[in-house]
């Protein structure tokens, strides 16, 4: 086997014939600043050949209908073996999606309820049989000959449905007797149940004879209990003749529990919030449900109910049922229909929002006259926000709902399930004593422990020891990962690239492969100083497995740990791909390369002169208890830059983008969002708005780009209208957008590229044979610009614009700042979809420094804002916070890199552990003042910076 992966004369992107030698077997990092080719050498040239070579070794009849995948433009690649990549970027927006399914550990925890998990009774909670329906009716079988059984499934009410929409079901469904609490009732009966009290239904599916030739059906009744009573059946044995110390014995040994109900097998599908078997009916498995409430369905409260004050409406007079319903509701509880709707009691205003809640009243005519008095009927009411609900979700369920009645709903939690995901049924099975939702929401440490010391039946070791064998490996590499305070059940979409990485850096852990080649990108991130440890002996496992590691990263702790460094620049962009440096860290000090002046103190981030005290106003929040903030203070002191900081899970997040964030958000902005809980925030008023500069995508598809999320596109496209050639052929700026039929090609239809899905491998990704890539029609195209048409400037880098565009000032203006924050590199016409978070932050706030008119008294929330940057990034960073803060403004950032913290002007640190071990407001202050606090791990490496 070759020693090392030989890479001769890479020219991707900005490499300039890049020939690099990368030994095998070893941890390699590569660095420079962004921009400078990291990227193009590890993923475009290593991952893209070892993609390409893959798909070649395909067979012919698998490569059917594949469209080849191009060389990346590299003269020859040798000594690759298979590649796995594990990116950072956060690509994760399915809701469904979590840490256990991320993980793999979900399928597992499944089959793990489905064998050991116990039922327990819904009505007394005791321990219930679980058996297979031919046990059950084998068992049944042994009642006397005669005896008459009856079967009868549970039922439950869900969110937005009444008792009388429950029994009306039941009834058309062709059942005629239901069991409620004990009593048995014909379904012609006139049954009133009080909507406002919980009620145990049960559902007569059959009787059935004990008789030999009856096995059959009663395998058929039994199974359909089953199936509408979500796995649980209740039986009842009738006949005079039979002594009742026998049934009860025989019944009792089947059920286990005086309420006679019994539990069927239970498969591992049962347990899932993705299946229709185990997923809540009301939120289908998502936690949480859109719900309208009374204020957003008012359209104009000084309107009278005569004149429809809602959006959406069951009172207009002009039909039949709307206004019987008005007149009979205003007779029976006495208001004027001509009342503006602001000016009705609260009482009404009750009524017509959540229904009469069970109470009758007479239906009256549409005119208002009563009907005759053999014609007369009484009705309830269930409510226009109750009307409203059940209408979306019906909607939800035949796929056609509208986007315009989307404002008229906010997510909440789920009524029902309670944000578990999963149907209460589900619940009611348990390993010691712990159901499947309470188990996911044990840290990854508490889920060690408890498998550890769970009981275990002799009968069932066997069939669960291979099973825990796997899940004690998974979960054994999350915790050496870092990842411990993470819990099962925590959604993907509110993880950070970084944790996302670790996440699939674990998996790969515990594969056990060798002869790999791994590339990753910045697995620190999102990592505290006290953590960087744990990947660094992550990565150097993979290594010692016999693999090689290949890392972009700018860590400092990293990158003195690697065996190889490979530093590519000097500069971004065109001032870049260049290997400046290679060898290990001693050599790399002993040159004269950027990574070698800061190695050497040479360069570096100074502290400042002064650290800025502030307005002397403050925004305080009181009492923050969400997630896992332990009831804390924190004190925001205005016009200064603030850094929160502490362990990856401490509770930073929680603190700003749950609590804060979406506290001013929901007061100031958009009552439907809802915040984290807290007591109070004081001093709001002391600020004029509040941005959110996080990491999320500018644009979420491939047609958003730079230039469109700065607003320039359309000045550039304006630009090619007003040309001389342009008004001759009669286009206008329409014919210079490729989102348009008038101005796109055809065969990829203005995306410049061809996606061919595959179903086992990464879909490929191929140039355009027709438009080149440039995703315009030719015609377009010949429509020049100073000398350039649209596609051409689209493909300029940032710095290149700035020449193009001097003498035009509003696009001069905007990119000049992009400029200013390291991102000249970037293309105007770059999807939005391959820039990282890092590059996406950096872009909105950019966008916020470049505009003309800027408030003050602004409060910018930032994420992680050094994500993916080198130190002299971070420096250009700082200068850019900076600016915003001598304008007035407070800049509040979440933040692990040391450099960016120490020249802060003030820290709240959290923690001190992650999990239940953190949530404490462990210290605030300067970082002078930081440094002085033993119990915080910040201030431990904090004070190398300071001292």
Known sequence: MEK????????????????????????????????????????????????????????????????????????????????ISIPQKRSITNPRSSVATLTDLSSYVRMLYSVLGQAH?????????????????????????????????????????DYDYLLTDLRNKGFRKVLVNGILYNMKDNIQLNEEERYSIYVAVDEVSILKDNYEILV???????????????????????????????????????????????????FSANDLSGACPTCQGLGTYKVTEPRLLIKDSKKSMKQNPFYISQFLLTDRNGAARLYSLANHYGFDIDTPYEELSENIKDVLMYGTKGERYELLRPNGERYDENKRRFVSYEG??????????????????SKQNERLFVDRLCPDCKGKKIKRSRLLVKIDNVDIYTFGCLNITELKNFLQNMYIPESKKGSVQQLLAELSLKLNALIEIG?????????????????????RLSTQIGLDLMGMIYILDEPSIGLHARDTYRIIGALKRLKEAGNTVIVVEHDMDIIKTADYIIEIGPGAGIHGGEIVATGNIHEIQQGNSLLGKYLNDIKGIRLPKKRRQGSGKSIIIKGAKENNLKDINVNIPLHTLICVTGVSGSGKSSIVNEVLYKAIISKTHDTRVLPGCYDSIEGIENISDIRNIDQTPI?????????????????????????????????????????????????????????????????????????????????????????????????????????????????????????????????????????????????????????????????????????????????????????????????????????????????????????????????????????????????????????
Request: net charge neutral; hydrophobic share 35%.
């Open 4 to 83: 090392s992966i030989s890479i001769k004369n890479a020219r991707e992107n900005n490499l300039k014939n890049v020939s690099v030698e990368i030994p095998r077997d070893s941890f390699v990092v590569i660095t420079g600043v962004s921009g400078s080719g990291k990227t193009s050498l590890a993923y475009n040239v290593l991952y893209g050949e070892a993609q390409r070579r893959f798909l070649q070794s395909l067979s012919s009849a698998s490569k059917t209908g594949m469209i080849n995948m191009p060389k990346p433009d590299v003269d020859m690649v040798n000594g690759l073996s298979p590649v």
């Open 121 to 161: 009774c819904p009505v007394c909670n005791s321990v219930i049989n679980s058996y297979s329906i031919n046990q059950m009716v084998d068992h049944l079988m042994n009642l006397p000959e005669g005896t008459i059984l009856q079967i009868f499934a549970p039922v439950n009410k869900i969110y937005d449905e």
């Open 220 to 270: 058929a009744s039994i199974n359909r209990a089953l199936d509408i009573g979500e796995n649980l059946v209740k039986f009842n044995v009738l006949g005079d003749d039979i002594p009742d110390e026998n049934i009860r014995k025989m019944i009792n040994d089947l059920m286990g529990c005086e309420h006679n109900i019994v539990a069927g097998r239970y498969m591992p599908k049962d």
């Open 384 to 401: 226009l926000v109750n009307y409203v609900n059940r209408f979306y979700k019906k909607s939800v369920l035949e796929g056609s709902t």
């Open 483 to 503: 990842l411990e305070y993470l819990n099962l059940g925590r959604s993907a979409n509110s993880l950070s690239g970084g944790e996302t990485q670790r996440i």
């Open 699 to 947: 644009g979420r598809s491939s047609r958003s780009n730079v230039a469109t999320y700065l607003g320039i596109y359309d000045s550039i496209r304006n630009l090619y209208a007003n040309t001389e050639e342009a008004k001759s052929k009669g286009y206008n700026n329409t014919y210079f957008s490729f989102n348009t039929t008038e101005g796109r090609c055809e065969n990829c239809n203005g995306e410049g590229r061809i996606v061919m899905e595959l179903q086992f491998v990464q879909d490929i990704t191929t140039v355009c044979p027709v438009c080149k890539g440039q995703r315009y029609k030719s015609e377009i195209l010949s429509v020049k610009y100073s000398g350039k048409n649209i596609a051409e400037v689209l493909d300029l880098t940032v710095e290149e614009a700035l020449g193009f565009f001097k003498d035009v000032n509003g696009i001069y203006r905007k990119i000049k700042v992009l400029n200013k924050l390291g991102l000249g590199y970037l293309k105007l016409g770059q999807s939005s979809s391959s820039l990282s978070g890092g590059e996406a932050q950096r872009i909105k706030l950019g966008k916020e420094l470049g505009k003309l008119k800027k408030k003050k008294d602004n409060l910018y929330l930032l994420d992680e804002p050094t994500t993916g940057l080198h130190l002299d990034d971070i420096e250009k960073l700082i200068l850019a916070l900076d600016e915003l803060v001598n304008q007035g403004n407070t800049v509040l950032v979440i933040e692990h890199n040391l450099d960016l913290i120490k020249v802060a002007d003030y820290i709240i640190d959290l923690g001190p552990g992650a999990g239940e071990k953190g949530g404490k407001l462990v210290a605030e202050g300067s970082p002078e003042e930081i440094i002085e606090n033993n119990d915080s791990y910040t201030s431990k490496y904090l004070k190398e910076y300071l001292l």
